[in-house]
T-cell receptor, first 115, second 113 residues
């Protein structure tokens, strides 16, 4: 158990819909990362938040957005869903600080299926 | 841009045999290198990491990896594989302090009894 909690574990929805994925980081971790894992694209970094502020952006579509709340949990919002958005979405957390910590702790993922 | 190549999509070994998973990276500076393992239905777990210093790093579950700058490689090894090692293994390179990881495409390991 990594200490990172993601909900829901599975989600099935239709094209054009909007969903929200939720992540609670490990206790004490200030950074939250979102990754997308799909068969064709592999594991891709989407976005990072640190203590409520966006820190870095990766290959995140404009239809997707995220935020981190004062209690440090994060939500990833996916809108106008397309079939190609079907994937496993991982949240990870880490203690930002000294550059040599380095380890990300991953949740078990939220599997999104768009029909 | 940084990139990671794992040339072996699938590897099959017998239990008790040695294992080497290959990883090559492309990065413009000193890389931060990682190996993660993903078991079915699970998230990714860190096996080991390299930032600097000794180029042979030890990880959990008996794994080790060697950083070879001249070959831009960070291969993962284990002297004797156990059936529980069957999983998918990802090599990753990190960038600076933002900890954004670029992952390889993964190597699926099957262990035969």
């Amino acid at each position: 158990d990594s200490g990172v909690t993601q909900t829901p574990k599975h989600l099935i929805t239709a094209t054009g819909q909007r969903v929200t994925l939720r992540c609670s980081p490990r206790s004490g971790d200030l950074s939250v990362y979102w990754y997308q894992q799909s068969l064709d694209q592999g594991l891709q970094f989407l976005i990072q938040y640190y203590n409520g502020e966006e820190r870095a952006k990766g290959n995140i579509l404009e239809r997707f957005s995220a935020q981190q709340f004062p209690d440090l949990h994060s939500e990833l919002n996916l809108s106008s869903l397309e079939l190609g958005d079907s994937a496993l979405y991982f949240c990870a957390s880490s203690v930002e600080g000294h550059i040599n910590t380095g380890e990300l702790f991953f949740g078990e993922g939220s599997r999104l299926t768009v029909l | 841009a940084q990139s990671v190549t794992q040339p072996d999509i699938h590897i099959t070994v017998s239990e008790g045999a040695s294992l080497e998973l290959r990883c090559n990276y492309s990065y413009g500076a000193t890389p931060y290198l990682f190996w993660y393992v993903q078991s079915p239905g699970q998230g990714l777990q860190l096996l080991l990491k390299y930032f600097s210093g000794d180029t042979l790093v030890q990880g959990i579950k008996g794994f080790e990896a060697e950083f070879k700058r001249s070959q831009s490689s960070f291969n993962l090894r284990k002297p004797s594989v156990h059936w529980s090692d069957a999983a998918e293994y990802f090599c990753a390179v990190g960038r600076g302090s933002a900890r954004q990881l670029t992952f390889g495409s993964g190597t699926q390991l099957t262990v035969l009894p």
